[in-house]
């Protein structure tokens, strides 16, 4: 019989040593119940992070299989990178199939947000994408929060059991959350993105609930997904993000790392006031128009440090735009795969230097500006 790694689902084999789920022969014959593949040994005992040989297509196809077979899907979001984490597909998928959405990583966020409050902000983002599930879970699983309530919410609507798909982009956190619900360390996780290959089946102990945990989608126009890897790694927060207010005159510039600026270019009656959140390690520079064009030409900027030197001059041989962008007070402006400008005092007119590729949403205030 096949015996698949429970670590990441891929199909094991003890013939070729350099490919996906390999196991030296011994061990794949042995009676033990759990097998992990080589890359998950790898990646569970040294934290390295080694490339698969599947695609993003591939991906697609194996959440495609599991959204099928399953009657409930648990799609998982980033709370820190809530744009990043919208793909068509798992879209798609929360608008034909019954859903409870589960926002992770909920320790990430300055602690003065009330999970209720971001509970309701969800709900009415996911509104106008025109999906509305049974129910929102707000949860971090790196400090157990929520995740009873998870189970509890999956009982109420399926007291009978369920199979249910957790599905949802690269990192959100889908592989470890169901190890908290299954109460094991069983699953591969990682820091790294594309941890989980394959529809890996978990059933929580004692009930009817089965939980497919699927590889995760590579969702288009990210800033993190355009540097390198350990940028990638420097970009996602791992710590509470970092937020720092500007008050701001005209023809002012700010820079996120050298990967986004923005200018005022209009101030109508008093200065703009904004908060601009991202990881820790994302430096923000606030300058003038000259220093921003000669930035935008030169190709270091040693003080922003992201991109680094290894990667720098591939991000900046891409096309870039200027988009002009007018936001009024409580609205922010949110940067798929990186952060977001919160609008305090408005209206803020600017223009964004930003890559021809990345997308930047106008949404709601997430955390509502304090007086
Ligand atoms: N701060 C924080 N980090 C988390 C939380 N949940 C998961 N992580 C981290 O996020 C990273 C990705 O976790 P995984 O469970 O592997 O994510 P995944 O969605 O299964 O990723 P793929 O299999 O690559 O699609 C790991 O470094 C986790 O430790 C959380 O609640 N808070
Ligand atoms: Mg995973």
Redesign the pocket.
Known sequence: MKKNCVGCGIGLQAEYPNRDGYLQADVLNSKREHHYCQRCFKIKNYGKNIASELSSEDYRKEVAIASDSAELALA?FDIIDFEGSFDDEILDILREKESIIII?????IPDDKHPSEVANWVKGRLAEEGIAPLDIAI????NSYGINGIYKKINHFFPKGVEAVVL?V???????IINRLIGAKTIT???Y????LKINKQTIPQTNITLLDT??LIPHARVSDLVCEECTLKIIP?GEISRKTFKLDKDRVIFLGDLISFRVVKIEEAKPIISIYASQNVNFLETNVEKQKEYLENKRVDILGIPCDKCIDKYKSQKFKKELITLETGEELAFKGLGWITVKRGPLHVEVTMPEVIECIIRKAFIVPKR
């Open positions: 998982v992770n990583k909920l320790d990430l949860v971090s699983t790196k949802g690269t990192n959100v956190g889908k592989s470890s996780v990682s820091k993105p594309g941890t989980t590889p995760g791992s």
